[in-house]
DNA sequence: CTCCAGGGATGAT
DNA sequence: ATCATCCATGGA
């Protein structure tokens, strides 16, 4: 709309984020991150590409991010809260130092340069977590989303870019609170793709609402406690506690163990050998991986998943002709 | 310890 | 088009 017969630089225009109108953008620090590989790497599912950057909430705001080199450009007013919700103060170089030293790691810690934990709002991260269970990433995206269209609050995203005409208004959906999903009934949450986890998540999401766990509370109890008191919840195993804790809890040594994890942990460092229950391999990993255990584990989860996805069909018949452990 | 329900996307055929 | 595979929790 603004004409300056010609004269505005094409650079100029780049560095306003090729938008048109331009959006109002902040520019915020953000040495030593991946945007990409941090929302792709299962700790949140329900950023959605749009242009050069993503759209999603952090807890009730919404926002818009894109990286450019070192810099993030986000949503004005929201550069603190994309800082904090992205960790951007972890001490990445020193965590990734502090991982032990073997291939396994080394390439892990290769592959996912600028990978951070995401600091995530309780509820939010323990209801997606219950809802994760037995799911895969597309079908936990699917589940996120309708949960927060039938149930969450609408916001818009003003993100109209030039040149790109299918992405004109974004509108996300917050996630719905325990309180709103307590009133919902289990047939409602079924509707919602969650199958048998419709109950785990309403009888949770009751137990939230009636103030019998109070989650920001929380926060005051040691590893063990948080872990034992998470696992009392409908829903919660070890695993998903462990998903809770480290990404909405900034427990840095919680290592949620799933069978991707748990394959390249056997495959690597237990090579054929037979009688590890899942005990013995905990305290391995305890021991072993150390006080950013968690950060390992996500490392080691990502680098698993991609290289896995990579292969071809081919390939990964043959892979998993080799590892089949199974002692028929 | 073992076995198994559960459900929808995804990939193989 | 059908068929097999992926998966965490909780209960038998």
Same mark, same amino acid.
């Given at each position: ?85 992205f960790a951007l103060d972890h001490p990445l170089a020193n965590i990734c130092r502090s991982f032990p030293r073997d291939p396994l ?19 939010? &991260?323990?209801?997606? !977590? ?12 699917? $589940?996120? =989303?309708? /949960? %927060? ?93 462990? &998903?809770?804790?480290? !990404? ?12 991707? $994890?748990? =394959?390249? /942990? %056997? ?8 009688k590890l229950n899942a005990a013995r391999l905990r305290m391995f990993t305890e021991k072993y991986f150390g006080e950013h255990g ?35």
């Amino acid at each position: 709309m603004l004409k300056f017969g010609g004269l505005w630089p094409r650079r100029l225009n780049i560095a306003l984020g090729e938008l048109d109108p331009p959006m109002k953008l902040t520019k915020i620090p953000a040495p030593d991150f991946d945007l990409e590989k941090t929302l792709d790497s299962g700790q949140v599912f329900h950023w959605v590409k749009t242009g050069h950057g993503f759209c999603g909430t952090i807890g009730d705001r919404a926002a818009y991010v894109e990286q450019r080199g070192n810099e993030l450009l986000v949503t004005r007013g929201c550069g603190e809260l994309v800082a904090n919700y992205f960790a951007l103060d972890h001490p990445l170089a020193n965590i990734c130092r502090s991982f032990p030293r073997d291939p396994l790691m080394d390439a892990a810690r290769r592959f996912c340069r600028g990978l951070r934990i995401i600091r995530q709002p309780k509820w939010e &991260c323990l209801a997606t !977590f219950i809802c994760s269970s037995m799911k895969q990433v597309a079908h936990i995206r699917q $589940i996120s =989303r309708k /949960l %927060r269209e039938h149930f969450g609050n609408a916001r818009n995203i003003d993100s109209r870019k030039g040149g790109f005409a299918g992405a004109n208004s974004h509108e996300v959906f917050t996630f719905p609170s325990a309180e709103r999903l307590a009133q919902s009934s289990e047939k409602e949450l079924r509707e919602c793709a969650l199958g048998y986890r419709a109950k785990n998540l309403l009888a949770t999401a009751r137990l939230i609402a009636k103030g019998e766990a109070d989650l920001a509370k929380m926060s005051a109890l040691s590893d063990i406690d948080l872990q034992e008191v998470l696992c009392q919840m409908p829903g919660v195993g070890a695993k998903v506690a462990n &998903c809770v804790m480290l !990404f909405a809890y900034q427990r840095l040594r919680a290592f949620p163990i799933d069978v991707w $994890i748990e =394959r390249v /942990l %056997r495959q690597n460092y237990f090579p054929r050998m037979r009688k590890l229950n899942a005990a013995r391999l905990r305290m391995f990993t305890e021991k072993y991986f150390g006080e950013h255990g968690g950060y390992a584990q996500q490392y080691l989860f990502h680098f698993a998943r991609m290289s896995a996805s990579k292969g071809k069909s081919r390939n990964r018949i043959r892979e998993r002709a080799n590892l089949s452990p199974h002692p028929a």
